[in-house]
């Protein structure tokens, strides 16, 4: 199985569009987990277009999108339990993978999504997988737009990066 992973697309609804790179590669995925700060509901429709989508509401979401997704989550393809968060809370002083980490104890997940910094990260911790896909269109201090890919086989879970320098 083929996951799209996305976060902080922070688009309007007068966006254009989404990114060339994301689309191309999305379009190959399966089911597309977007991590927050959708900033409009419209950005599930364009997301729609390319393949099934699941998400939850970021610190920069409107009631609607909170009411729709819900903060936090876990959902469970093929057999592997990924948890997803936005990243913005519950606070640590460990950052936004602290924060996710806190967020899921206790909890048996196989792989931890966030987002909320920008800043992508791939690690494991106690045989977890963290996860940030960094942003597809606001990458800040990074040299380069981001988004990731997480591939599930022989029930093993792996996940890479994809950046690219135009977010058109």
Wanted: with cysteine.
């Amino acid at each position: 199985m083929k996951i799209g992973v996305v976060s902080d697309t922070h688009m309007s609804r007068t966006a254009r569009g989404l990114p060339r790179a994301l689309v191309e590669e999305f379009r190959h995925v399966d089911i597309i987990l977007h991590l927050g700060d959708w900033v409009a509901l419209e950005i599930y429709d364009m997301l729609s277009e390319l393949a099934p989508v699941e998400g939850i509401a970021g610190n920069n979401d409107g009631a609607e999108i909170i009411k729709r997704f819900g903060e936090s989550k876990i959902v469970t393809l093929e057999g592997m339990k990924i948890g997803m968060i936005h990243g913005h809370a519950p606070y640590s002083r460990k950052g936004t993978d602290g924060n996710a980490l806190l967020a899921f104890e206790g909890q048996d997940v196989d792989c931890i999504l966030f987002g909320h910094s920008h800043q992508p990260l791939m690690r494991r911790e106690n045989g977890i997988l963290l996860f940030n896909p960094g942003s597809p269109t606001d990458k800040r201090r990074e040299k380069q737009y981001s988004f990731g890919l997480l591939e599930i086989a022989d029930g093993k879970i792996t996940a890479r990066h994809v950046f690219y320098d135009s977010k058109e």
